[in-house]
Nanobody, 121 residues
Framework: QLLESGGGLVQAGGSLRLSCATS????????IGWFRQTPGKEREFVAY????????VYANSVKGRFITSRDTAENSVWLQMNTLRPEDTGIYYC????????????????WGQGTQVTVSS
């Protein structure tokens, strides 16, 4: 089970930090992906942290603005979102899959409940 927190309302240019936590002892063998669903669009890949070496990949749309990292001690992954834009508005999800990370949402087995991020202009 994945539990997300940290969404909210922020003005353009502001920052938010999302957290994705689990109580699973096997969390370390799972890759974590972040996805979002923005109004009128399909759910899209945002970033992932690979289980084996913590390799991180970002979507081009967020590269240079968003940062994600795993906190092994806390069994969590966070997503720091900076310089937010109105087009970043949407529901953000974390997802987990065993072993190798992927940008494809259908490859993820477990999903958080989603958290709303709203960026006002």
């Amino acid at each position: 089970q994945l539990l997300e927190s940290g969404g909210g309302l922020v003005q353009a240019g502001g920052s938010l930090r999302l957290s994705c936590a689990t109580s699973e002892r096997t969390f370390g063998s799972y890759s974590i992906g972040w996805f979002r669903q923005t109004p009128g669009k399909e759910r899209e890949f945002v970033a992932y942290v690979d289980w084996s070496n913590d390799a991180i990949v970002y979507a081009n749309s967020v590269k240079g603005r968003f940062i994600t990292s795993r906190d092994t001690a806390e069994n969590s992954v966070w997503l720091q979102m900076n310089t937010l834009r109105p087009e970043d508005t949407g529901i953000y999800y974390c997802a987990a899959k065993p072993y190798r990370a992927s940008t494809l949402e259908y490859e993820y087995d477990y999903w958080g409940q989603g958290t709303q991020v709203t960026v006002s202009s």
